[in-house]
Nanobody
Framework: QVQLVESGGGLVQAGGSLRLSCAAS????????MGWFRQAPGKEREFVAA????????YYADSMKGRFTISRDNAKNTVYLQMNSLKREDTAVYYC????????????????WGQGTQVTVSS
């Protein structure tokens, strides 16, 4: 089992930045690929970013490229999502997820999920 706890969400003005963290416990964190997803009110959960266990391979949804950066610190069992130039449409609950396989962009491929952290972007 892998337990995931997100933090770092909050209220920010458009154009601002936030850094989300996802702390993992349980099995060996470094062996897992990690992903960030988000779900806005009334919408389906969507892929944001993913990172391989080594941190070498990173993937982003097109709308996040250039604004969001995923990273990880295996020594701290933590994955991060740096979000810059935030827009109102980035408002959502952000979830981190883990899978014991190469990273993918589909929700169904992840085995473990956190409870989410709310990000609200105001105009």
């Amino acid at each position: 089992q892998v337990q995931l706890v997100e933090s770092g969400g909050g209220l920010v003005q458009a154009g601002g930045s936030l850094r989300l963290s996802c702390a993992a416990s349980g099995r060996t964190f470094s062996g897992y690929s990690m992903g960030w997803f988000r779900q806005a009110p009334g919408k389906e959960r969507e892929f944001v970013a993913a990172i391989s266990w080594s941190g070498y391979n990173k993937y982003y949804a097109d709308s996040m490229k250039g604004r969001f950066t995923i990273s990880r610190d295996n020594a701290k069992n933590t994955v991060y999502l740096q979000m810059n130039s935030l827009k109102r449409e980035d408002t959502a609950v952000y979830y981190c997820a883990a899978r014991n396989a190469p990273p993918i962009m589909t929700i169904g491929g992840y085995d473990y999920w956190g409870q989410g952290t709310q990000v609200t972007v105001s105009s």
